[in-house]
Structure formats: C-alpha cells, structure tokens
C-alpha cells in the first residue's frame, strides 16, 4: 500500500503529558498537510510543508503545537502538555503539487485521547 | 473560498441514486465545486470536482447550475459502503496553499 500512513493510530495520554505523531506521505509527493479534526465536525487546517519549508500554520496551532518534516520526507506534529481540548483525530494529507488539479491523500488519522 | 450549505443528513435506499445538494450562491468565476467523502474512522477522499460543466467519474457525478450558484452530488447506485459524511468545497485550484476548508457536510446514511 502507497497510501500515506499515519502512527499511532490511536493515542490515549494523561493531561499534561507530551504525544508525538508521524506521518509518512505518498512518496513523491512534495505538500504534506495537518488537520484537526472533533467530534462532529469537519477537518480543520493546521499547518502544511512544501518539502521542508513550513509554509503557514493556522492560528489553531498554539505555542503547544510543533511540526516538523525533515528532510522532506516524513512529518512529525509533537504537543507538549496535553490539554483535555487536544482530543481529536489528527489527520495528515499529501499531495503534489505541480499536478494541474493537485488533489490531496488522507492518512487514516491518529485518535488523541487526554485524560 | 465561498461558504457552502448542505442538509445536516440524508437517508438513501440501498440500489438508487443518491442526490446530495449544495448551495454556493458567493461562488466566484474561478472558483470550483469540489466533493470530499469521510467514511466512519477514516480520512477523507476526493470524490469529484466541476467549475461548470456537469461531471462523471467512476465514483459519482455532479451536476452544477448554470448559474453556478448551486450544485448536486450523485452516487448513481448507493451501496452500503456509500454511508458516509459528504463535504461540498468551493475552492480555487491551488490557491492558499491548496488547502482544503471544511464545513460540516451531510452525512448519509445508505439503507438496505
């Protein structure tokens, strides 16, 4: 499977603990995307990479909240001191985007629970 | 990107077709419809995506207005597997980072 891939698939941690996410995109894909995603609701842009570069971050995105994507390739969204409110699916996308119409690939998202 | 409205949720008989609306009334010249699906515990999926000509693919069609202020999603034969929440997005190609703004879509639910 090509897909992007996302681990863990399911995180419950304690309040106040720090949770790391990875995401490993569709190889040649070049835009890696995260969103938050509560109960009910849509998907909501986090932050996205163009190879390395970050490019925007919503202001969802606390100080709590970083991502990287080394080298290009993988992503990482690390949050310190979980809050009660960070309880969400964490989805990640990838796309390439000198495609004329570049559509975006979901993961199947890590589930955050905080306690 | 322009605001979409869509039913809160629909049911469907498993076999027929499956009519989901969207109105875009704000919808600017080059802005285009696109249709994302999110099945239960899953990641979306793109479905499909139109500026003004109606289109089909091996997933659905979607019928766009000619005023382009509104637009209809259709799932020709509804499966089980269709039950899904469905988002409308009305976006320009690229634009902003080529990301994607969701609303809270319809959920369908297919019935046997």
């Known amino acids: 499977d090509t897909g992007v891939s996302q681990d863990p698939r399911h995180k419950i941690t304690k309040r106040g603990q720090n949770v790391t996410f990875r995401c490993d995109p569709i190889?040649?894909?070049?835009?890696l995307y995260w969103y938050r995603q509560t109960l009910g609701q849509g998907p909501e842009f986090l932050t996205y990479?163009?190879?390395?570069?970050?490019?925007?971050k919503s202001r969802l995105l606390s100080d709590r909240f970083s991502a990287e994507r080394p080298k290009g390739s993988f992503s990482t969204l690390e949050i310190q001191r979980t809050e009660q409110g960070d309880s969400a699916m964490y989805l990640c996308?990838?796309?390439?985007?000198?495609?004329?119409?570049?559509?975006?690939?979901f993961g199947q998202g890590t589930r955050l629970t905080v306690v | 990107d322009a605001k979409t409205t869509q039913p809160t949720s629909m049911d469907c008989a498993e076999g027929r077709a499956a009519n989901l609306p969207c109105n875009h009334s704000?919808?600017?010249?080059?802005?285009?419809v696109y249709w994302y699906r999110q099945i239960h515990s899953q990641g979306p999926q793109y479905i499909i995506h139109?500026?003004?000509n109606n289109e089909t693919n091996e997933m659905a069609s979607l019928i766009i207005t000619e005023d382009r202020k509104s637009s209809t999603l259709i799932l020709p034969h509804a499966t089980l597997r269709d039950t899904a929440v469905y988002y409308c997005?009305?976006?320009?190609?690229?634009?902003?980072?080529?990301?994607?703004?969701f609303g809270g879509g319809t959920r369908v639910l297919v019935k046997p």
């Open positions: 996308a990838s796309s390439l985007v000198v495609d004329v119409y570049p559509e975006a690939f």
């Open positions: 190889s040649e894909h070049n835009r």
């Open positions: 990479f163009q190879n390395e570069a970050q490019l925007e």
């Open positions: 704000t919808i600017s010249g080059n802005e285009y």
């Open positions: 139109g500026l003004k």
């Open positions: 997005i009305v976006r320009v190609p690229k634009a902003a980072g080529n990301k994607l703004t």
